[in-house]
């Protein structure tokens, strides 16, 4: 499951050189492309091969791997049309983006072809004709897989002829009879001809236009307006919605949700390294966030999710965690210039990441204006956890020594790791402690202050250490003061 990456619509390379670019060429070349193959028989053979090589068959998708994707292998493998049935944020678009990966990576079509379609088996009265006219010398070019996949995001204003097709008037304009079926303007549908066609949020679509999906699910043609032609069309048809639209912005009418040969329910990563795994894969950080930083993301994010304050049929979204270990980069980013120090994220950062994560989260009714409270409580309780799990049993004297005769050590948003060091001075078992924060061996001084403020906050936490939030009167913002 993961966020978002988008298949290139376009291919800016050529294809191959060595590939035939006649119809005569193709027949005689022995390439495997050569004979005529449907959408789905070609995901099977590749899937299969993939399986039997021991490769990854859906690179960048995380936590899914005993769950879900065996129940799309096998959707994929029997030939499914499948709807994927999950919370916002689970990794559903990119799940199907990822089935890309599975065809060939070069196809042949017929050039000027609107709808791709193989030399050998044209299905418009256009490209039926100039088949029959030139014969071998019929024009033959190559496809990119990445131009074989489109996607539509439902939304209440999609047509018809967004989806299948309609009559363009600028054809008619220029002569041709209404009744003249080249008078049609294809849509996403059949132009995806021999590739794979995605609907996102598939209950947002009109009922009315979900029926236009019928016939390209069951009968596999398609019809426009009054018009005789039908296409034979090839096309693999992937949907997502999440389970509440059911009875909340809409519904997969009965007749479509029926005509799916598979129903995949996807779910958030389930345990803390799946989703530790997947912020790091995803998220795109402008400063070092350790390790156990990212483990406090990923066990906030879980403790969000699980509040009951929060809404669960809402769900909370994977794109939660990314901006929150983003958020935390760009604070350490932003210490660096102001400071002169080196961008090492701190726990202290996680606390200004509230404010901007509130956004993201459907609260019950019950609990406005106290979201930022709930939030932070969370986030503490997170930060514990990582501590108890990491530090627990660790030898910590050597911090709780620092304050035990009245001392103080402060540090905030704007206070350097050489200012924060220079209080603690050496520290033992400093090393072990950085060790089991997964810290370097030999740690630069931001990833050392980072480990030190980690403990220290989680002694706070654990009621072994006093901690005050003052406003600084020398410009260096609000500070933590910790103390005995």
């Given at each position: ?344 994220a701190r726990v202290g950062d996680a606390y200004g ?37 990491r530090l627990g049993g660790a030898d910590l004297s ?87």
């Amino acid at each position: 499951m993961t966020g978002s990456a988008t298949p290139s619509t376009s291919v800016l390379t050529p294809f191959p050189d060595d590939l035939p670019t006649t119809l005569g060429a193709l027949r005689s070349s022995g390439l495997p492309q050569a004979e005529p193959r449907s959408v789905k028989a070609e995901l099977r053979d590749n899937l299969l091969a993939r399986m039997r090589a021991g490769e990854p068959r859906f690179p960048g998708v995380v936590g899914f791997d005993d769950t879900v994707l065996p129940e799309v292998e096998r959707a994929l493998l029997a030939g499914h049309d499948l709807v994927l049935l999950g919370e916002r944020g689970q990794g559903k678009t990119r799940l199907i983006r990822s089935l890309v990966a599975l065809l060939d990576e070069w196809t042949p079509v017929i050039e000027g072809s609107e709808l791709g379609e193989h030399p050998l088996e044209p299905i418009t009265p256009a490209s039926a004709r100039r088949a029959r006219e030139l014969g071998d010398d019929l024009p033959v070019t190559w496809r990119h897989r990445s131009e074989r996949y489109a996607e539509k995001l439902a939304t209440p204003d999609t047509s018809v002829g967004d989806l299948i097709g309609d009559v363009d008037p600028v054809r008619i304009a220029e002569g041709r009879t209404l009744g003249d079926p080249e008078t049609i303007h294809f849509g996403l549908v059949p132009r995806t001809h021999r590739g794979i066609f995605a609907v996102n949020e598939l209950p947002d679509l009109a009922e009315r236009i979900q029926v236009s999906l019928l016939n390209v699910l069951e009968e596999r043609d398609v019809q426009v307006r009054g018009y005789t032609l039908r296409l034979p069309l090839d096309v693999l048809v992937v949907a997502s919605a999440n389970p509440e639209d059911y009875t909340n912005r809409g519904r997969i009418i009965t007749p479509l949700k029926d005509r799916f040969g598979a129903e995949v329910r996807t779910h958030y990563p389930l345990d803390v390294d799946l989703e530790v795994e997947l912020v790091a894969q995803e998220a795109r950080l402008v400063a070092d966030v350790p390790r156990h930083l990212l483990e406090v993301v990923a066990r906030f994010t879980r403790a969000v999710r699980e509040s009951p304050a929060v809404d669960a049929r809402s769900g909370v979204s994977a794109r939660f965690a990314v901006a929150a270990a983003e958020t935390l980069s760009g604070a350490a980013l932003r210490r660096a210039a102001l400071t002169g120090d080196e961008p090492v994220a701190r726990v202290g950062d996680a606390y200004g990441v509230v404010p901007t994560l509130r956004g993201k989260v459907e609260f019950e009714s019950g609990e406005e204006g106290r979201e930022e409270e709930v939030l932070v409580h969370l986030l503490r309780t997170a930060v514990a956890e990582v501590f108890r799990a990491r530090l627990g049993g660790a030898d910590l004297s050597g911090f709780t020594s620092l304050v035990s005769e009245g001392g103080t050590v402060f540090t905030g948003e704007l206070v350097s790791s050489s200012e924060l060091l220079s209080q603690v001075g050496r520290v033992d078992g400093l090393a072990k402690v950085l060790s089991r924060l997964d810290l370097p061996e030999a740690p630069t001084p931001g990833q050392a202050a980072s480990g030190v403020e980690m403990v220290l906050e989680g002694l706070h936490l654990t009621r072994r250490l006093a901690k005050d939030v003052e406003a600084s009167s020398d410009g260096h913002g609000d500070r933590a003061v910790y103390g005995g």
